[in-house]
T-cell receptor, first 114, second 115 residues
Framework: NAGVTQTPKFRVLKTGQSMTLLCAQDMNHEYMYWYRQDPGMGLRLIHYSVGEGTTAKGEVPDGYNVSRLKKQNFLLGLESAAPSQTSVYFCASSRKTSGQETQYFGPGTRLLVL | AQSVAQPEDQVNVAEGNPLTVKCTYS??????LFWYVQYPNRGLQFLLK??????LVKGSYGFEAEFNKSQTSFHLKKPSALVSDSALYFC?????????????FGQGTTLQVKP
């Protein structure tokens, strides 16, 4: 059981380039989330998904898009990267939630936008 | 709106001493409360959560937290700190009613345990 995995681990982009971050989970979880972590700001929710084929905006969705074509995968896309998107990105998943369920986190992707 | 405050950016304690990492929250209605720990260059790991019932919650690695509704607090504690407890700790809240699983995180507190 690998849990939640993320690829790549680290990436450097130039301003205006695009990329996709992949999150995969093998726990058959319904819910998946993308967060960004910035110093002194904790984790902020970018987008989330409550099931295959559904996505919704979180707290800081601008500049990002997501897709959940398969239950086990949740992709985060940056169409035109900006230096403000330099951050550490974490994916998480949880069971279909009544609120009590724990979220399980991946190891993170460090993104540097020059 | 939901919010979480961790008033201390860093907490320093000596190994063997008790530690407390503070967390206060604001949410309409009853909360679900969580503590996570992050070791350097790693993802967040779940420590413990408060759902309902006993206000004292015991979690992983000897940590515990006390839910205080009147003070809207959920402080993390450990009776005897270890050097290996040094990490970044996050408190998070989710309101019980009408939620979609979204957690609101505090800004994090760095715990430094010195030998």
């Amino acid at each position: 059981n690998a849990g939640v995995t993320q690829t790549p681990k680290f990436r450097v982009l130039k301003t205006g380039q695009s990329m996709t971050l992949l999150c995969a989970q093998d726990m058959n979880h319904e819910y998946m989330y993308w967060y960004r972590q910035d110093p002194g700001m904790g984790l902020r929710l970018i987008h989330y998904s409550v099931g295959e084929g559904t996505t919704a905006k979180g707290e800081v969705p601008d500049g990002y898009n997501v897709s959940r074509l398969k239950k086990q995968n949740f992709l985060l896309g940056l169409e035109s990267a900006a230096p403000s998107q330099t951050s550490v990105y974490f994916c998480a998943s949880s069971r279909k939630t009544s609120g009590q369920e724990t979220q399980y986190f991946g190891p993170g992707t460090r993104l540097l936008v020059l | 709106a939901q919010s979480v405050a961790q008033p201390e950016d860093q907490v320093n304690v000596a190994e063997g001493n008790p530690l407390t990492v503070k967390c206060t929250y604001s949410v309409s209605g009853n909360p679900y409360l969580f503590w996570y720990v992050q070791y350097p260059n790693r993802g967040l790991q779940f420590l413990l959560k408060y759902i309902t019932g006993d206000n004292l919650v015991k979690g992983s690695y000897g940590f515990e937290a006390e839910f205080n509704k009147s003070q809207t607090s959920f402080h993390l504690k450990k009776p005897s700190a270890l050097v290996s407890d040094s990490a970044l700790y996050f408190c998070a809240v989710r309101k019980q009613a009408g939620n979609t699983g979204k957690l609101i995180f505090g800004q994090g507190t760095t715990l430094q345990v010195k030998p």
